[in-house]
């Protein structure tokens, strides 16, 4: 009995050991520099980002998520491993849900959220990641609803 415990210890060890050891190798390369990061259950891609050689180094500068169904749930432009720019999130039918900018990884800068029929949702800013400033919110047939005002607070280092 105890000679079958070893054993089952001893291969669960190797299998954990080799299932982490180099995920880059379990990465699907796709065309135009695009790698699958991660899949669904159904193998449907769930992460996809673009890479681009920059200075000698292969970094991902792209990327996209997707609803386990393969319809767009969002995408954006990476710099560092981190979103930078232009961020955009959609409805399973393809709709725009949001889009906001990002800066090093925080939301920064004017964002927007519509209802499913396009109709905005909501319009404002963050600053360091916060709220800030003025916000709208409006409802499905564009009347306004409410404006509330956000101080982002200070980010103490």
């Not at 995920?23 to 193998?43: A, Q």
């Not at 491993?81 to 709709?95: A, F, H, M, P």
């Not at 404002?124 to 709220?131: L, M, V």
């Not at 409006?138 to 101080?151: A, R, S, W």
């Amino acid at each position: 009995m105890k000679k079958y415990i070893i054993l089952a210890f001893t291969v669960l060890a190797i299998i954990s050991c080799n299932s982490g050891n180099d995920e880059k190798k379990d990465r699907l390369k796709l065309e135009d520099g695009e790698v699958i990061i991660s899949k669904y259950i159904n193998e449907r891609p769930q992460i996809i980002r673009k890479a681009q050689e920059i200075d000698g180094v292969e970094k991902f500068i792209y990327e996209k998520e997707y609803y386990e169904d393969g319809n767009l749930l969002k995408e954006g432009p990476l710099k560092d491993d981190k979103r930078q720019g232009l961020w955009k999130s959609y409805y399973r039918d393809g709709t725009v849900w949001s889009e906001g900018e990002f800066t090093e990884g925080k939301r920064e800068g004017i964002t927007k959220s519509y209802h499913p029929n396009s109709q905005v949702r909501y319009t404002g800013s963050f600053k360091n990641g916060r709220k800030s400033g003025e916000w709208r919110f409006y409802d499905e047939n564009g009347e306004l609803l409410e404006i509330k005002y956000f101080q982002a607070e200070p980010i103490i280092e």
